[in-house]
């Protein structure tokens, strides 16, 4: 069956570092990996979108890489800031068909 | 604001009843899925609606259905509730006639069995 997992659940770093954020897919072929942000009791928001061809996509502070032969995307936030924190959630589609893993739960701290 | 409306956002009830939450997408939207997110919880999906036509079912129980109209506006109802189903429950919208895939998400029910 698909199965779409994002290593740990929870990532503590400092801020000004680096955070990245991992997300392996088993049984799928995505179009498309999109990365959002949610924050509690609040509906997830759109971040980055990557398709299957693009090897690499960034926006600001935000890095997303995508391995279609290893199956994962990274995501990477860089110069990091505790306003970063959040849950971050990957999601796979092909032809609208979109699935969501469990997020990380990321912290950056003062 | 994401374009995505979902009604009621709240909604307390008790165990046995029957609730229907509404969601109405982006303008131009065809698709429509519907996610539940327990306390603490990842998103799980539900069901996914494409032009008023079913597309994809995920963990839906048996007790929950859905259906999009014409308008594309959608409608999960839940029925027999117990108290696991408190939940936050989740509308998005995607897939406009540009292509876009990026899903846009309401600002979610939060439903509460007693």
């Known amino acids: 069956s698909q199965k779409i997992e994002q290593n740990s659940e929870a990532l503590n770093i400092q801020e000004g570092k680096t955070a990245t954020l991992t997300c392996n897919y088993t049984?799928?072929?995505?179009?498309?990996l999109q990365w959002y942000r949610q924050d509690p009791g609040r509906g997830p928001v759109f971040l980055l979108l990557?398709?299957?061809?693009?090897k690499e996509k960034r926006k600001e502070r935000l890095k997303v890489t995508f391995d279609t032969t290893l199956k994962q995307s990274l995501f990477h936030i860089t110069a990091s800031q505790p306003a970063d924190s959040a849950t971050y959630l990957c999601?796979?589609?092909?032809?609208?068909?979109?699935?969501f893993g469990a997020g990380t739960r990321l912290t950056v701290k003062p | 604001d994401s374009g995505v409306t979902q009604t009621p956002k709240h909604l307390i009830t008790a165990t046995g009843q029957r609730v229907t939450l509404r969601c109405s997408p982006r303008s131009g939207d065809l698709s429509v899925y519907w996610y539940q997110q327990s306390l603490d919880q990842g998103l799980q999906f539900l069901i996914q609606y494409y032009n008023g036509e079913e597309r994809a079912k995920g963990n839906i129980l048996e007790r929950f259905s859905a259906q999009q109209f014409p308008d594309l506006h959608s409608e999960l109802n839940l029925s027999s509730l117990e108290l696991g189903d408190s939940a936050l429950y989740f509308c998005?919208?995607?897939?406009?006639?540009?292509?876009?895939?990026?899903?846009?998400f309401g600002q979610g029910t939060r439903l509460t069995v007693v």
């Open positions: 999601a796979l589609d092909r032809n609208n068909d979109m699935r």
């Open positions: 990557i398709r299957e061809n693009e």
């Open positions: 049984n799928y072929s995505p179009a498309y």
């Open positions: 998005a919208s995607s897939g406009d006639s540009l292509g876009d895939t990026e899903a846009f």
